[in-house]
């Protein structure tokens, strides 16, 4: 009978190929070769990048603390106790203006177009508040 080439495939003991590399594998480990492992990635960084970031931090608390503080508020305090009040004609809130209209702040005749085209003063109707007309008398606002 001629030698059997695949002898070593199949044990006298009736165990397969399988298990006995498992045997192996249990009793005698291969030791662990770091070149056989997959390469950990590098981790990009910056050693200062905390320092950058606890700065940003900063100037963003310093930016919304001071943009939260008061201001001197001398818009929206308006005009002055005893001040005499800038001239202005805006359309009023109970009249029945037909067109829609925008407050007119012009002081006089000159100025900014945006003001309006005829001064303040000069600006009458039912459905108009003038001041120039409600200074004749004691006028709260």
Do not use: H
């Not at 200062?48 to 100037?59: D, E, H």
């Amino acid at each position: 009978m001629p030698e059997d080439r695949f002898g070593d495939l199949g044990a006298a003991d009736g165990r397969s190929a399988a298990e006995r590399l498992e045997e192996l594998d249990r009793t005698n480990p291969e030791p662990d070769d770091p070149r056989r492992r997959p390469p950990t990635p590098s981790r990009p960084g910056n050693r200062y990048a905390w320092v950058v970031g606890i700065l940003m931090f900063m100037v963003v608390s310093v930016l919304f603390v001071t943009t939260s503080l008061n201001n001197s508020g001398e818009g929206l305090r308006g005009p002055a106790i005893g001040s005499r009040l800038p001239d202005f004609a805006a359309p009023s809130a109970t009249g029945n203006a037909a067109e829609d209209y925008d407050a007119n702040v012009r002081q006089r005749s000159g100025g900014n177009a945006n003001a309006g085209r005829v001064p303040a003063c000069d600006v009458v109707g039912e459905p108009i508040v003038n001041v120039c007309e409600l200074r004749r008398k004691p006028l709260v606002l």
